[in-house]
């Protein structure tokens, strides 16, 4: 069993009258993002009233969509931005007389996500229909795994910097109640100006992971960190892409406050949250809502808000049909789904037609953080650059490529990859592998440096440079610009002779001082 | 001698082609039309069919029995290019782009599809009379030996009000085969849908054990207890159109995964070392006391052949009525969500909101049956009623379930009881009471089969004392088929079942027909 919250509690820093009713919704925002949670959990003053401070309690529910070729109970091939409705299979389209038939590569992907965060996973689990009537839910159910889920009981842990400095981290964990595999449903295009919807069915039926987590976090950063640690290892697992801008991810936050010893508070659901920096700003902005509802006698509805990010804000959601009774039955078309392990596995049982937990468990990758530990140990670098380099894509490979090309010290090398060309590709918006200098013309280039032949000035001008990619060597760049050092004595003292040969009236007034 | 779809042996020696057989059936479809057995009759599709079977048979290569052989589909499986309407407001017009495996299957093997069969809407009924395209006849109304029997005796001479129905809901299915329009039909079995027409109609009904075929492409009553149903007029041609559709589907999850191996029944059955089932609590109230004799009878012929024949008892049985309408009307509430308006199918031209164009779509879309069923099936699952009644009577099914495996497990190898209450009533007198009573009281002895996913099969018996077939039921072990159907073969042979007497049959000198038929009492 791990920590329940954070211990960190929620203080009121503004001063008295600075908000109360009818203050701007940007005014807010901006408390919210002064009062951001203090990942120590500093003793924090009273509130107004003179009670206790408020503790705020963040939980998460995030759908990740399955990296798969085709849908999780059709044949249907999965790909973003393809033309409207066209993978679309009779299934998906909730023709009459068709049955779900579910997808291998999608229980492969749910079970290694679930051993990646270490959850137990459950030998047979069950299919449910959920039932709500929606334009781009063709059924008017989706099958879900309400009752026995395919993993349970799991946890994340993720690093969090104290005070905004990466070099003061905490490493905090999350308890994950359970992994479902379900289908996603497809998208409506409401048009007001023709009162149409439209709907596109190319999504309905993807698969997707739900991922619960226990309401463990106690802000917007904390809630942010776990989410981005859940993405680097689903992106290292490649059960999902998890990138959130094209919806592979999504995360709903419950947000409740309530003063300490007391029991929770009445939660809000937040939705329409499209990036980790929205979810941290989404979350602080709601706490901060609460609690200066509840400060204002006022209380708070079980409600789901949805997260403006335009205005910073959070704003009830229109509720689609009031209180739903999603009317839960079991999927009565798919058995059971049995998985096997060693010990369980059937002799004559056919391969292809099993799913071997051990089998998959054998084949895991390095999960993120075990990742970091070997950086760390096997180049001798700080914990924080191996954070700065798993967090981009392909960093890793580049550095350990350029370490192995270099005589430079890696913990020299981590400088410059960081520094240096991060700041470059990120001005571009590139990622390392689409860097236009590779990691072998920056080993090329380190190597100079670390052979004394050109400075660090000029090493920065060359990979300059470099950046244009021109296809010239990093030699070529120094010779052709002059910036070699030069290493001979005489042709040093030549040079000095020329200028102070060149300069007598100067040199004069200096010796006579 | 090879009892099976003599019809075929006919093919393959010439003495009819299969473009004649077909002709010949759609000959007959148009002139007993009256019995409204057809809501679709593909007569382009299923000539063009024959036709290739033809060249077949004339290259010396039919794919195998059922080639060139004219056979009809319950309205309730998907045909390509051919409507399926679940004789439904809902569907009416609606093609499908694709075959019921089931349906694929039959083609497979050369089949010709003459047609949709008549049901009642979405198969919710056990009549054929609830469908929007009008109840189905039973052509014994118009046989013979029920004119000769009974319409002396009724009131009324005018005929329209004398007809019988035939049961349901794959009424029409039952119809097509008994009235010689086709030689094999497929209906569904929820709860009774396939034997308790052919009970009516005088028919061998077989419904296979859950999960030996595809209900890929069936639209579905009951997902957990639907399984596609045989009509053929012998249980021969019923084992040989089971071998032909039975086995595993990758379409259909709940499907066996061991390879079904298709049998053919001994031409001398022996049953001298079974032991026969009799259900005390099947001695239901409202058992008709003619019904109640040919059972008993039934069972001496078990006990003269030197079968073992002992009462058993299966004492959750009786529950099993109220705890389907709990699981049917769940599973439809469900099943029927799809039908919106808008990927397929009927759609109201209220446009105020997506809402409202949803709530109109069904209100004319459904008839009262359905939108019945999905209501009460709504309230079942409604969160605070959930354990109550779904989780309840999904543990009475598994009682029920259990009262069989204890029989099956204390050495008894088949049960023997009535398929229905009595014989075909009147429609005049059917519609008097609504759907729901009717159902519960149609489905008494056939249901506790679907709840265990037990096969079971109808096989005419005799004729009432008014001239309407009756039939009795044998149920199985799971995947028992074989035993089952020998016993059912043996049956059929020691109670000469006649033959119906049909002027528009003889009209059409079906000779051929005949002599199939006959094949089974030689």
Redesign the interface.
Same mark, same amino acid.
């Given at each position: 069993v791990v920590a329940r919250r954070c211990g960190g509690v929620w203080r009121r820093v503004w001063q008295h009258g600075a908000g109360g009713p009818g203050a701007a919704p940007t005014s807010r925002g901006q408390r919210a993002a002064a009062t951001a949670c203090n990942a120590r959990g500093r003793a924090a003053p009273a509130g107004k009233s003179g009670l206790a401070p408020w503790v705020p309690v963040v939980g998460l529910e995030i759908h990740a969509q399955i990296s798969s070729n085709s849908k999780l109970f059709s044949g249907s091939q999965v790909q973003f931005a393809a033309p409207p409705n066209s993978l679309v299979s009779?299934f998906d #389209?909730? *023709? %009459?007389? &068709?049955? =779900?038939? *579910?997808n291998r590569r999608c229980v492969e992907a749910a079970v290694m996500t679930g051993l990646a965060l270490n959850c137990s996973i459950n030998k047979k689990s069950l299919f449910d229909?959920k039932?709500y +009537?929606y #334009?781009d839910l %063709?059924?008017?159910?989706q099958i879900t795994q309400q009752r026995v889920p395919i993993a349970v009981n799991g946890s994340l842990s993720y690093n969090l910097c104290i005070d905004n400095k990466m070099s003061q981290m905490v490493t905090k964990t999350v308890r994950i109640k359970q992994i479902q595999l379900e289908q996603d449903s497809g998208k409506s295009l409401h048009d007001d100006t023709r009162s149409q &919807?439209l709907?596109d069915l190319n999504r309905a039926g993807v698969g997707l992971m739900e991922v619960v987590m226990e309401p463990d976090m106690c802000c917007g950063e904390e809630a942010a960190a776990a989410v981005r640690e859940l993405q680097l290892i689903l992106q290292t697992l490649g059960s999902s892409q998890a990138v959130m801008a094209e919806g592979q991810l999504r995360v709903d936050a419950n947000v409740s406050v309530h003063r300490p010893g007391e029991p929770y508070g009445v939660r809000t659901e937040v939705k329409n949250i499209n990036s980790i920096r929205f979810l941290a700003k989404a979350v602080d902005y709601e706490i901060q809502r609460q609690i200066e509802e509840l400060e204002n006698g006022g209380t708070i509805l079980n409600e789901t808000r949805a997260f403006d990010a335009k205005l910073g804000c959070t704003v009830p959601m229109r509720d689609k049909?009031g209180k739903q009774?999603y009317? +839960?039955?079991p999927e =009565?078309?798919? =058995?059971p789904l049995i998985l096997y392990d060693a010990k369980s596995l059937p002799a004559n049982m056919n391969h292809q037609?099993v799913v071997n937990i051990d089998w998959i468990h054998e084949r895991l990758p390095d999960l993120p953080s075990v990742k970091r530990a070997k950086l760390v140990e096997r180049y001798g670098i700080l914990p924080e650059h191996s954070f700065a380099l798993l967090n981009e894509d392909g960093l890793t490979e580049f550095f350990e490529n350029v370490v192995k090309q270099t005589q430079m010290k890696p913990k020299k090398v981590i400088g410059w990859i960081l520094n240096v060309l991060l700041s470059y590709l990120k001005q571009h918006s590139l990622t390392a592998k689409e860097s236009p200098v590779s990691s072998f013309l920056l080993a090329d280039l380190l190597n100079l440096l670390e052979k004394k032949e050109i400075s660090s000035t000029a090493a920065k001008q060359v990979l300059a440079e470099l950046w244009k990619g021109e296809g010239k060597t990093p030699l070529e760049i120094v010779k052709e610009k002059k910036l070699e050092l030069i290493q001979d004595q005489k042709e040093l003292e030549q040079i000095c002779q020329a200028v102070i040969d060149g300069q007598e009236n100067e040199v004069i007034m200096m010796v006579l001082g | 001698r090879d009892w099976r779809f003599q019809v075929s042996a006919a093919l393959k020696e010439g003495h009819v082609t299969p473009t004649e057989l077909c002709q010949r059936c759609l000959a007959l479809i148009k002139s007993t039309k009256f019995l409204n057995a057809y809501i679709t009759v593909a007569e382009e599709t299923a000539l063009k069919q024959a036709e290739e079977s033809e060249k077949r048979y004339k290259r010396g290569q039919p794919l195998g029995v059922l080639d060139g052989i004219p056979v009809a589909v319950k309205d309730n499986f998907n045909t390509a290019g051919i409507e399926t309407t679940c004789a439904s407001n809902m569907l009416k017009g609606y093609i499908s782009p694709y075959n019921a495996t089931v349906v694929q299957k039959l083609l497979d093997q050369g089949a010709v599809l003459l047609g949709k069969t008549n049901l009642d809407e979405f198969a919710m009924g056990s009549g054929s009379t609830d469908g929007v395209f009008g109840p189905v006849r039973n052509p014994w109304s118009y046989s013979r030996q029920y004119k000769e029997k009974s319409v002396p005796k009724l009131r009324s001479v005018d005929e329209e009000s004398n007809w019988v129905i035939t049961g349901g809901s794959s009424g029409g299915s039952a119809a097509a085969v008994s009235s010689f329009t086709c030689f094999a039909a497929l209906g569904s079995d929820t709860g009774g849908s396939t034997r308790n027409p052919a009970a009516h109609c005088g028919v061998v009904g077989l419904k296979p054990t859950y999960g030996l075929i595809s209900r890929h492409g069936l639209i579905p009553l009951v997902n957990s207890m639907d399984v596609p149903g045989i009509l053929t007029r012998c249980v021969d041609d019923a084992a040989v159109v089971l071998g032909l559709l039975a086995g595993h589907d990758p379409k259909d999850s709940t499907t066996i995964q061991d390879n079904f191996k298709p049998f053919e029944l001994p031409n001398l059955p022996d049953v001298s070392k079974l032991s026969i089932g009799i259900p005390k609590e099947y001695h239901a109230p409202g058992l008709s006391s003619e019904i109640l004799a040919l059972w008993s009878k039934a069972a001496d012929f078990f006990k003269n052949a030197g079968a073992k024949v002992i009462e058993v008892s299966l004492p959750h049985t009786r529950y099993s009525i109220v705890c389907y309408h709990v699981l049917c009307t769940a599973e439809v509430a469900s099943n029927m969500a799809r039908f919106d308006g808008l990927e397929y199918g009927h759609r109201s031209d209220m446009n105020k909101s997506t809402e409202s164009m949803y709530a109109a779509t069904r209100r004319e879309g459904f008839n009262d049956v359905v939108r019945g069923r999905i209501l009460s099936g709504n309230y079942f699952l409604l969160k605070q009623n959930y354990e109550n009644y779904f989780i309840k009577a999904q543990k009475v099914r598994r009682l029920i379930a259990n009262d069989f495996l204890k029989v099956f497990g204390s050495g008894v190898d088949i049960l023997l009881t009535p398929t229905t209450l009595s014989d075909a009533v009147p429609y005049t007198e059917f519609i008097k009471e609504d759907n729901r009573t009717r159902s519960t009281q149609d489905d008494i002895f056939t249901q506790a089969a679907n709840m265990a996913g037990l096969p079971a099969i109808n096989v005419p018996t005799a004729l009432s004392e008014r001239g309407l077939p009756v039939g009795l039921q044998f149920i199985g072990r799971s995947f028992q088929e074989k035993q089952l159907l020998t016993v059912a073969k043996w049956f059929e042979n020691q109670v000469k079942f006649p033959m119906i007497q049909l002027e528009e049959v003889k009209r059409h000198n079906l000779d051929v027909f005949q002599h199939e038929k006959s094949a089974s009492f030689s």
């Open positions: 009779f #389209a909730s *023709l %009459p007389g &068709t049955l =779900p038939v *579910l229909r039932h +009537f #334009a %063709p059924a008017g159910y &919807t709907v049909e009774d009317r +839960f039955m =009565p078309n798919l =058995p037609q | -």
